[in-house]
């Protein structure tokens, strides 16, 4: 099985940009692996915040967005806020299963 | 607006099989062309994405946990389900049913502890 790799934490100061990257195993991350973003914060349910590499839900911020970059998917955080910290999870798609990433731990400071 | 709500036991014992049912409200399943999945979280730790099923019964396993899990759906029910067998104190996990496609609708999570 593939393993997806995320940087364990990062750390963004308020309104400013950082980038959260997500790498697979297998080789560079397509939009065949159709890249999902969740945000979590403690004591909730995951929120899907991007799917298909950019698309995003009528709830999904403004100042994020994904994309494909250096052959692994990306999500952006642009203008950072407080409650953007959360932990965030990448999911890729290979022809059949999904694989999460381990998450990354983000700390607006 | 979809809603999903996961439910069973809240402790199983050690190999016994866990059973959850998640109810669909908001909408008819049988119209729409989505997969339903499950995903788990341990204490502590990240997600783990089980397994989906669409409408028609076709399924997609974790490759991990394939020889464990099954996923079935009853659109009659507006339901589908998530067995898993011989568990350990490793499946301890909050699940969460979703719908996979487009994951825009997550239920809250239910706490599935494993314990004699």
């Known amino acids: 099985q593939a393993v997806v790799t995320q940087e364990p934490s990062l750390t963004v100061s308020p309104g400013g940009t950082v980038t959260l990257t997500c790498g697979s195993s297998?080789?560079?991350?397509?939009?065949?692996?159709?890249p999902y973003w969740f945000q979590q914060k403690p004591g909730q349910a995951p929120r899907t915040l991007i799917y298909d590499t950019n698309n995003k839900h009528s709830w999904t911020p403004a100042r994020f967005s994904g994309s494909l970059l250096g052959g692994k998917a990306a999500l952006t955080l642009s203008g950072a806020q407080p409650e953007d910290e959360a932990d965030y999870y990448c999911?890729?798609?290979?022809?059949?299963?999904?694989?999460f990433g381990g998450g990354t731990n983000l700390t607006v400071l | 607006q979809l809603q999903l709500q996961e439910s069973g036991p809240g402790l199983v014992k050690p190999s016994e099989t866990l059973s959850l049912t998640c109810t669909v409200s908001g909408g008819s399943m049988s119209s729409k062309s989505y997969y339903w999945g499950w995903i788990r979280q341990p204490p502590g730790r990240g997600l783990e994405w089980i397994g989906k099923?669409?409408?028609?019964?076709?399924?997609q396993y974790n490759p991990s946990l394939r020889s464990r899990v099954t996923i079935s759906v009853d659109t009659s029910k507006n339901q589908f389900s998530l067995k898993l067998t011989s568990v350990t104190a490793a499946d301890t996990a909050v699940y969460y049913c979703?719908?996979?496609?487009?994951?825009?609708?997550w239920g809250q999570g239910t706490l599935v502890t494993v314990s004699s």
């Open positions: 979703v719908v996979d496609t487009f994951m825009a609708h």
């Open positions: 297998t080789g560079a991350v397509t939009s065949g692996h159709y």
């Open positions: 099923i669409y409408n028609s019964g076709s399924t």
């Open positions: 999911l890729l798609y290979y022809n059949g299963p999904r694989v």
